[in-house]
């Protein structure tokens, strides 16, 4: 395009700390690093280099005169590696390979050892490549993280799944045992979810479910548990919860999240759910759970936006073959 100019970026300095009393050292590392943009931060003594690891602009990399320190290198070296959290890549200048050095280089506390005697290209080389390895580490370990993140949550609305809610619930009911506290399961299903699929088609109806999540973590605690244990049902555990509490909690949600419209296709539409709700009282998670889906169960049989509250004495007039008096329904 005419008239426009490119300008590239220029790369950001390097920063390298050197812990060495030796000068001559320090201007050969210099030397090595011509040419790259980089700047050598000389500490004189272990303390001064602990003093400044607390800043937290961590050097790039990190260098450490083994000769200067005699025996009490290796606590020197890991104190450093611990205090520059593992961020920064350590470099042990070593005159010869002991075993001590060897050592840390096998615990990891130390990422490569390298002659005191090495060319400026290979001491450039050596880092060069230390660096390169612990981007490649935060990498790996950031995709990790990502993975397990997406094998916990529901891709489309970023909550937690059916199997990750089922193992935090065996979480909740181990501290519910311990404790002595409370535990309440409130789920939740949006009355005839089909209509509008059918009528706007599955993605259009995949943001009224993002909506929906969006809406319904607005109303939650920070230590309340939200999942999405089916196509259009949300599960909310809620640790410390009466269930008087749990109630309420699901008529702000009938009020709060379903009584104003969703934007779809240029249209706004009314959204209404029906509410199961029981407690936990330190029993399994499955029958806890199942608790919840015949309150569900009941309140959709009774009529849209239903809250029905389980109570397990159901179960027993159930059996009796009297009526199931054991439903609180609002």
């Not at 608790?291 to 936006?305: R, S, V, W, Y």
């Amino acid at each position: 395009m005419k008239g426009l100019i490119l300008m590239e970026m220029p790369a950001a300095t390097r920063r390298f700390m050197l812990v060495s009393r030796n000068e001559e050292l320090a201007n050969e590392l210099k030397s090595a690093l011509d040419g790259i943009d980089a700047e050598v931060d000389c500490a004189q003594s272990p303390e001064t280099a602990l003093l400044r690891l607390v800043d937290p602009s961590l050097p790039d990399a990190l260098l450490i005169d083994e000769a200067c320190y005699g025996p009490k290198a290796a606590q020197l070296i890991a104190a450093l590696h611990e205090e520059s959290k593992g961020k920064s890549p350590v470099l042990l200048i070593s005159t010869m390979r002991s075993s001590d050095d060897l050592e840390l280089f096998r615990d990891g506390i130390v990422d490569d050892i390298i002659p005191a005697d090495s060319s400026p290209l290979n001491w450039r080389f050596r880092i060069e490549i230390a660096l390169r390895d612990m981007r490649l580490a935060a990498d790996l370990a950031q995709s990790r993280e990502s993975a397990i993140l997406n094998a916990q949550h529901d891709p489309l609305t970023g909550v937690f799944n059916r199997e990750t809610m089922l193992s935090l619930l065996f979480r909740e009911t181990d501290r519910v045992q311990r404790m002595k506290s409370s535990l309440c399961l409130l789920l939740l299903d949006i009355d005839d979810f089909g209509h509008w699929n059918a009528l706007f088609g599955s993605e259009p109806c995949d943001g009224l479910l993002s909506q929906v999540a969006s809406r319904i973590q607005r109303l939650l605690r920070s230590y309340d548990i939200l999942g999405r244990p089916g196509k259009d049902e949300f599960l909310i555990a809620l640790p410390g919860c009466s269930g008087l509490s749990a109630l309420t909690l699901a008529e702000r949600l009938r009020q709060e999240v379903f009584s104003m419209p969703f934007a779809v296709c240029g249209q706004n539409i009314r959204l209404s759910a029906c509410f199961g709700i029981t407690m936990s009282r330190g029993r399994s998670p499955v029958v806890v759970l199942r608790e919840a889906e015949m309150a569900l169960d009941l309140a959709k049989q009774a009529a849209p936006e239903t809250i029905q509250f389980y109570n397990d004495d159901a179960l027993s007039a159930e059996s009796t073959g009297h009526s199931i008096s054991g439903y609180e329904s609002i």
